[in-house]
């Protein structure tokens, strides 16, 4: 279960960035440097409206994304051509990559149908750690991706079959020396949602079993996480509002451990404050986070408290945002100190 979720966040990123315009052999840049300050850089100041000519969507109109091709990516916006992200504090933003680092370099390039072509991975001194190139088929589907190391030598291979509609029905991970170690199938129900995830080693042994239960409307309502004996490793619920948006959650991890909490409340359809507690079994208040959120989701303030230490952390989120509706840059204040956590440059395709 670990090596596949650190294969899929590896290969998922997040969206993108800033203001101003500088011309390089034909293709259309914007940088954080020409940003004017005052302006952009505000917690105040509300996102540009996102622009509808957003070529990062996945053409398969795959319901479940995440089970599909990583090499779209859905929340990026405009025909981006490049991307790079500098990441300073990686567990100070929700939604940032997690790389097994708290700070590192990310890099991607797209083709001009929005589709993810390659991803470096670099320490913040610029040293190559690791890079995967994306490959697809005809259609457009995703059908292998190559992991490599700064020599070119072979890290990891993943291949995919995929279903008629794109959803993948089964992957299959090799080592350096191209043997199959882990295999992953996929199944669905009748209306397109993920039903299971099983994860076997090469000689059919269990490693991991997902099962996801839904309700009438098509809402995720538990997910029910396996163990390779069998016994359960977490079970998690979810309650959704009338407009199928999500409103709280229980996740009890390894089911003896620790409990999560999780409760919205949404302006429509945009998510305004969420409040997660986190309590252990035996009833003890670890601590609890409340956050506010612009209309697109993205975290304007938090505050995180620990009862126990009687401590309490309050952090605003400012953002730099580009014309196409991407941010730039994240910054957070806390304690009078102003933090910049990731920054971005992306490079267009010229309209």
Same mark, same amino acid.
């Given at each position: 279960m670990l090596n596949r979720t650190i294969i899929i966040l590896f290969l &998922?990123?997040?969206?993108?960035i800033c203001a101003c315009q500088n011309k390089n +052999?034909? +293709? !259309?840049?914007?940088? !954080?440097? +020409?940003? #004017?300050? #005052?302006? %952009? @850089?505000?917690? $105040?100041?509300?996102?540009?409206? $996102?622009?509808?000519?957003?070529?990062?969507a996945n053409?398969?109109? !795959?319901?479940?994304?995440? @089970?599909? +091709? &990583? %090499? @779209?990516?859905?929340?990026?916006?405009?025909?981006?051509? /490049?991307l790079k992200m500098t990441v300073y504090a990686a567990s100070e933003l929700d939604n940032m990559p997690d790389k097994g680092y708290e700070s590192y370099i990310l890099t991607e390039k797209y083709d001009s149908l929005g589709m993810r072509q390659t991803e470096s991975l670099f320490t913040t001194k610029n040293l190559l750690v690791a890079k995967s190139a994306i490959l697809h088929n005809r259609d457009g589907f995703q059908t292998e991706v190559l992991y490599t190391d700064m020599f070119d030598n072979l890290l990891n291979r993943i291949t995919y079959?995929?279903?008629k509609n794109g959803n993948w029905r089964r992957a299959v991970n090799y080592d350096k020396y191209y043997n199959p170690y882990s295999i992953i199938n996929y199944t669905f129900t009748n209306k397109g949602d993920i039903s299971e995830i099983k994860e076997t080693d090469d000689r059919g042994n269990l490693l991991m079993r997902e099962i996801f239960l839904y309700d009438d409307t098509g809402n995720n309502t538990q997910t029910n996480i396996y163990n390779p004996d069998g016994s359960d490793y977490a079970i998690i619920e979810y309650l959704y509002n %009338? $407009? /199928? /948006?999500?409103i709280s959650y229980r996740n009890r991890e390894n089911c003896d451990s620790l409990l999560v909490y999780y409760e919205a409340d949404y302006v429509g359809d945009s998510l305004l404050v969420s409040d997660m507690?986190? !309590?252990?079994?035996?009833?003890e208040l670890t601590s609890v986070t409340k956050s506010k959120? #612009?209309?697109l989701g993205n975290v304007l303030s938090r505050e995180i408290s620990f009862p126990k230490e009687k401590k309490t952390e309050q952090k605003l989120y400012m953002y730099k945002w580009d014309l196409w509706g991407n941010w730039m840059q994240v910054a957070i204040v806390s304690n009078d100190k102003t933090t910049v956590v990731a920054e971005r440059?992306?490079?267009y395709f010229p309209q």
């Open positions: &998922l990123a997040l969206p993108l +052999d034909g +293709d !259309v840049i914007y940088s !954080v440097e +020409d940003t #004017d300050n #005052d302006a %952009a @850089f505000s917690e $105040k100041q509300s996102p540009p409206a $996102k622009n509808s000519k957003n070529r990062s053409k398969s109109g !795959v319901k479940n994304a995440r @089970f599909s +091709d &990583l %090499a @779209f990516r859905p929340d990026l916006y405009g025909p981006v051509k /490049n079959e995929a279903y %009338a $407009k /199928n /948006n999500l507690t986190e !309590v252990t079994v035996m009833g959120y #612009d209309p440059e992306i490079t």
